[in-house]
T-cell receptor, first 110, second 114 residues
Framework: KNQVEQSPQSLIILEGKNCTLQ??????????LRWYKQDTGRGPVSLTI?????NTKSNGRYTATLDADTKQSSLHITASQLSDSASYIC?????????FGTGTRLKVLA | EAGVVQSPRYKIIEKKQPVAFWCNPI?????LYWYLQNLGQGPELLIR????????DSQLPKDRFSAERLKGVDSTLKIQPAELGDSAVYLC????????????FGPGTRLTVL
């Protein structure tokens, strides 16, 4: 069964600290993996896309990794800011379908 | 470039009433998706359109939900009659045939059924 599991479910950190969010998937065939950021009351917005051959990709303070062998991905946030408070959703694309994780809710405190 | 537009943003209705949501995708995007998102959960696909054809509606509760995309551009999702459990955010997304398949999401419609 195609599944995407994320951990932790929620996370609270202090402003300026780093954090890492995890995504494990069992999706076949695999096309790509995206990390989305969803602010409260808004639709998800893509942060980064990972294809099968890519191991690491950065977008500003966000760095995503992908291990296609173990089917794991992570999203590392460096020097967190209050505006990073949001839900982060991992989405794996198969041939036509997008399989969504349940998200990690991040709260950054001043 | 305008993003995906949805309306209304919020809707409060009593159970057993009908409700409709509207979505206008990004211009030129031929694929349109309707998702349901419960609080603290990821989006769940209701229906996918390729142009005006519904190519995946296997998760759409057809006894009360219906959707249309008559001209292959904007789309309407309807619930009739609404039930308490339908309270959720309804997201619309679109993708282009070209590119890497990034889904662009609208802001969603938050439905509350009383």
């Amino acid at each position: 069964k195609n599944q995407v599991e994320q951990s932790p479910q929620s996370l609270i950190i202090l402003e300026g600290k780093n954090c890492t969010l995890q995504c494990n998937y069992t999706v076949s065939p695999f096309s790509n993996l995206r990390w989305y950021k969803q602010d409260t009351g808004r639709g998800p917005v893509s942060l980064t896309i990972m294809t099968f051959s890519e191991n690491t990709k950065s977008n500003g303070r966000y760095t995503a990794t992908l291990d296609a062998d173990t089917k794991q991905s992570s999203l590392h946030i460096t020097a967190s800011q209050l505006s990073d408070s949001a839900s982060y959703i991992c989405v794996v694309k198969g041939t036509y379908k997008y399989i969504f994780g349940t998200g990690t809710r991040l709260k950054v405190l001043a | 470039e305008a993003g995906v537009v949805q309306s209304p943003r919020y809707k409060i209705i009593e159970k057993k009433q009908p409700v409709a949501f509207w979505c206008n995708p990004i211009s030129g995007h031929n694929t349109l998706y309707w998702y349901l998102q419960n609080l603290g959960q990821g989006p769940e696909l209701l229906i996918r359109y390729e142009n005006e054809e519904a190519v995946d509606d296997s998760q759409l509760p057809k006894d009360r939900f219906s959707a249309e995309r008559l001209k292959g551009v904007d789309s309407t999702l309807k619930i009739q009659p609404a039930e308490l459990g339908d309270s959720a955010v309804y997201l619309c997304a679109s993708t282009s045939r070209a590119g890497d398949g990034e889904q662009f999401f609208g802001p969603g419609t938050r439905l509350t059924v009383l």
